[in-house]
């Protein structure tokens, strides 16, 4: 069954709410890419929270004029204004008092949050609306999805991920470097309302599946799982649109499959596993390469130190560093230099020499300050620097296995 939602064939209602996810968590991601690498997260939790309000006095507004009240472009419109109106709180508090940014996001989110929360308990005493369910904004359903419905989330989706696209350039530079984006005659402010605007326009589409709550975390985890695979920021955002897809197709399928389950904690789950095995296994930032390049490192200090100590005939009274010289076939069971690992100490002395002068020599400074212990000297000096430093060495000394 599970299969049958992954590949669309689940029936026609599923298919539609895997479609609209799929588009949410992929705009999702590639607009948190921006909020994450600007450093305002928090943004995004003031803004979800914000149109709470707005649900529940659009649902009023609409019954009292003899509408449907649970009509979704009327509750979108009626979230999208009061989130507006948080967004623009927040940047006021922020800007025109002392109050620093997440002091102001912390006032904004909570009022406006109870306010809400307030106006869903009057709205649950109406006679009339047909109010039941209506707290599902609170963490989503798809239960009951329209096709109009999720032709609006489609739309809206692609409507934000459109906009991303016209404003990828500036908003990457506003994000990595403000100062430099200010000196080149960018509005900082009004770059920075575009962002939010994206922000809110994902936050507002995705009510129905995800949640005011959940769509934080759809913002803003699957920009931080792509960080661990990639440093180009256009790498970053592609990758935060593919892991924001994948959760939502997963999520969504899983939800599909198991109709009790639902879809926006799935979603958030999915995307949170796909968090951990990055952390875990990502071949550039993942704890499980640092940690192999870490040992690596410690094994080559380990080798390095006990070839030094060969080269000057000192013992080796570390344990570990005979092990792995004897390992690599460098010295014998009582710390006696192999004919190979004689060769061996002889450059690695001959180089440390030459780290010591390079060091010692100003022109010469910067480039030596680059030395780890491992780093390889023809790594870092030209050709001709690194004989000059052997002239004023002398001839290699050789060591006796």
Do not use: C
Not at 109 to 118: C, W
Not at 235 to 250: D, H, K, N
Not at 286 to 292: F, V
Request: aromatic share 8%; charged share 15%.
């Amino acid at each position: 069954m599970f299969q049958d939602a992954l590949t669309f064939q689940l029936g026609y209602n599923a298919s539609l709410v895997t479609i609209g996810a799929v588009l949410l968590g992929i705009a999702a991601g590639v607009t948190g890419t921006f909020l994450f690498l600007r450093k305002r997260a928090l943004v995004s939790d003031a803004i979800a929270h914000a149109t709470l309000p707005g649900v529940g006095l659009a649902f009023i507004a609409m019954t009292l004029m003899g509408f449907d009240g649970r009509n979704l472009p009327g509750l979108l419109l009626g979230s999208a204004i009061s989130a507006m109106l948080g967004l623009m709180a927040v940047q006021w508090l922020s800007s025109r008092t002392r109050l620093s940014e997440d002091a102001a996001i912390g006032a904004v989110l909570s009022v406006f949050f109870s306010f809400g929360i307030v106006l869903l308990t009057v709205i649950q005493t109406m006679s009339t609306g047909r109010q039941a369910g209506l707290e599902s904004f609170l963490l989503g359903s798809t239960a009951g999805m329209l096709y109009s419905d999720a032709l609006l989330i489609a739309v809206g989706g692609l409507a934000v991920m459109a906009l991303v696209f016209v404003f990828r350039r500036p908003m990457t530079m506003v994000s990595f470097d403000p100062g430099f984006a200010a000196t080149s005659g960018m509005n900082l402010d009004r770059i920075d309302m575009v962002m939010m605007g994206l922000v809110l326009g994902v936050t507002v589409v995705g009510l129905k599946i995800v949640g005011l709550i959940m769509i934080v975390a759809l913002l803003i985890i699957p920009p931080v799982t792509a960080r661990f695979w990639t440093d180009r920021a256009g790498y970053v955002v592609a990758f935060a649109g593919l892991f924001g897809g994948l959760s939502a197709w997963i999520g969504a399928a899983l939800s599909a499959s198991a109709p009790d389950l639902p879809t926006g904690p799935l979603i958030v789950l999915i995307a949170f596993a796909i968090f951990l095995v990055s952390m875990l296994l990502a071949p550039g930032r993942g704890l499980l390469s640092t940690y192999l390049r870490h040992r690596k490192f410690q094994i080559g200090v380990h080798v390095r130190q006990g070839l030094l100590a060969l080269a000057q005939g000192l013992p080796i009274y570390e344990p570990l560093t005979l092990r792995l010289l004897r390992r690599e076939g460098l010295a014998r069971a009582d710390g006696v230099a192999t004919e190979k690992g004689a060769a061996r100490a002889a450059r690695a002395f001959r180089d440390e020499k030459r780290w010591e002068i390079a060091r010692a020599t100003p022109e010469l400074e910067l480039a030596a300050a680059r030395y780890d212990g491992l780093t390889r000297i023809e790594d870092v000096l030209t050709a001709d620097q690194i004989t000059e430093i052997d002239h004023r060495i002398g001839p290699p000394s050789e060591v006796t296995p």
